[in-house]
């Protein structure tokens, strides 16, 4: 059987070729806008973690610069200090929502000189609400 005239014009017609063209490219436009959004909404949230995370390096850092003032004989062989005795800060408007807990101890060993320090500053992350710490320590070898 022969394939008639009429049907394999039809065959041929590019008639509402277009249209399903341009949904095809409505299609491809709108899954890429969505990974755009999905991408942009990631890297703010990493850059408010990042910048938490930095902030928190600064207070602690801070923190053990604090201690270096004290002498040998002024110098607390063990304490315990909040952020609440730590009055003067170098980032006054940063620290709220942070909390330092820095401890001052003397090592298990002969030299009385030495120090250990510990800071830990904590925070509630915004993302995941989860708390979140960073920790430092130090050595100082008093006067």
Do not use: C, H
Not at 8 to 19: E, I, N, P, V
Not at 66 to 90: A, I, L, R, S
Not at 123 to 139: E, F
Request: hydrophobic residues 35%; without cysteine.
């Amino acid at each position: 059987m022969r394939p008639s005239v009429r049907n394999f014009k039809s065959l041929t017609d590019k008639r509402g070729f277009m249209l399903v063209d341009g949904m095809v490219a409505v299609l491809i436009v709108a899954i890429g806008l969505v990974a755009l959004a999905l991408t942009f909404t990631k890297a703010t949230g990493v850059s408010i973690m990042s910048s938490d995370k930095t902030k928190a390096t600064y207070l602690a850092k801070e923190s053990l610069e604090y201690f270096k003032k004290y002498d040998g004989g002024t110098t607390p062989v063990t304490q315990t200090m909040v952020d609440n005795d730590v009055k003067q800060t170098d980032f006054p408007a940063v620290t709220s929502g942070f909390s330092r807990t820095i401890s001052a101890s003397q090592p298990d060993n002969l030299n009385t000189k030495l120090r250990k320090l510990n800071v830990v500053v904590t925070w509630t992350d915004s993302n995941s609400g989860q708390q979140d710490s960073v920790t430092l320590n130090s050595y100082y070898y008093t006067k």
